[in-house]
């Protein structure tokens, strides 16, 4: 069992920066791959960006690419979001998530996941 809990959501202008946390207990963190995910109201819950578990291999959607920077540590067992020039259309909750497969874009194979951080960015 991995426990998951994010922070460092909250209110920002449209081209500020927020940096999300996700702090893991349980099992070995270094052993997950890990991706940040994020549900906007009425919209499907998507993968924004992904990490391995060796922080070698990082995903990102294209609407993201460029602004936004995943990173772990696994000495403290954290993964962060590191979000620049932020977006109205970023305004979501986001939520971090856990899999034993290695870095993946597919969600059912997230088997570990936060209750979620809002994300809310102004125009």
């Known amino acids: 069992q991995v426990q998951l809990v994010e922070s460092g959501g909250g209110l920002v202008q449209a081209g500020g920066s927020l940096r999300l946390s996700c702090a893991a207990s349980?099992?070995?963190?270094?052993?997950?791959?890990m991706g940040w995910f994020r549900q906007a109201p009425g919209k499907e819950r998507e993968l924004v960006a992904g990490i391995s578990w060796s922080g070698g291999r990082t995903y990102y959607i294209d609407s993201v690419k460029g602004r936004f920077t995943i990173s772990r540590d696994n000495a403290k067992n954290t993964v962060y979001l590191q979000m620049n020039s932020l977006k109205p259309d970023d305004t979501a909750v986001y939520y971090c998530a856990a899999t034993a497969r290695g870095l993946t874009t597919v969600e059912n194979a997230y088997i570990y996941w936060g209750q979620g951080t809002q994300v809310t960015v102004s125009s």
């Open positions: 349980g099992r070995t963190f270094s052993a997950y791959a």
